[in-house]
């Protein structure tokens, strides 16, 4: 089983600067099935990115994935109001896999 | 619009059974898979397994192997999760999510189903 460790744990920032959040894998991740969810409170998570770096459908193009093989990114270029939620990356080889997420929070 | 409905708030006593569902309708392929996650309190995101809806091939996750039961209706696009036997530690948010493929991304989500065992 693949294990995925999120750093950091809580990123604290300010609106309209730039996030950058690390997903690590502890083998390879095979063509790049890796997925990135936000989640706010209360609420389901969202797919944000999958394959590393394709946006999903409706997704602002503030947020970009990249990646390959064992190290991925996922960056949000300039933080709105909306963005300030908890981030998971996914792994979708068998079996799947979450991380342990990343909070974005207000500075 | 993909809408993934699940069944509403459960709370029961250790011991008990307990079946929850999750309902999919406006899916753009007549056959997915369904998935389910689970998130303890204030924890993070756990997959558990999931069933293809075409011929009810159904796929675990070791943690969870043995623990769950996960089927499904393909006449009502249906799919359920079940405990024979809840644990307070089963106490948690339960979400369905959908993938057209495997290996494929959790593309839609339910609301979730909060599950609370406690005696």
């Known amino acids: 089983e693949i294990v995925l460790t999120q750093s950091p744990g809580t990123l604290s920032l300010s609106p309209g600067e730039r996030a950058t959040l690390s997903c690590r894998a502890s083998q390879s991740v095979s063509s790049s099935y890796l997925a990135w969810y936000q989640q706010k409170p209360g609420q389901a998570p969202r797919l944000l990115i999958y394959g590393a770096s394709s946006r999903a459908n409706g997704i602002p193009d503030r947020f970009s994935g990249s990646g390959s093989g064992t190290d991925f990114t996922l960056t949000i270029s300039r933080l709105e109001p909306e963005d300030f939620a908890v981030y998971y990356c996914?792994?979708?080889?068998?079996?799947?896999?979450f991380g342990g997420g990343t909070k974005v929070e207000i500075k | 619009e993909v809408q993934l409905v699940q069944s509403g708030a459960e709370m029961k006593k250790p011991g008990e059974s307990l079946k929850i569902s999750c309902e999919a309708s406006a899916y753009s392929s007549t056959t997915y898979w369904i998935g389910w996650v689970r998130q303890m309190p204030g924890k993070g995101l756990e997959w558990m397994g999931c069933?293809?809806?075409?011929?009810?091939?159904?796929r675990y996750s070791p943690s969870f192997q043995g623990q769950v039961t996960i089927s499904a209706d393909k006449s009502i696009s249906t799919a359920y999760l079940q405990w024979s036997s809840l644990k307070a530690s089963d106490t948690a948010m339960y979400y369905c999510?959908?993938?057209?493929?495997?290996?494929?991304?959790?593309?839609?989500w339910g609301q979730g189903t909060l599950v609370t065992v406690s005696s």
């Open positions: 069933i293809y809806t075409g011929d009810s091939d159904t």
């Open positions: 999510v959908t993938m057209v493929r495997l290996p494929g991304p959790s593309d839609y």
């Open positions: 996914q792994q979708y080889g068998s079996p799947l896999t």
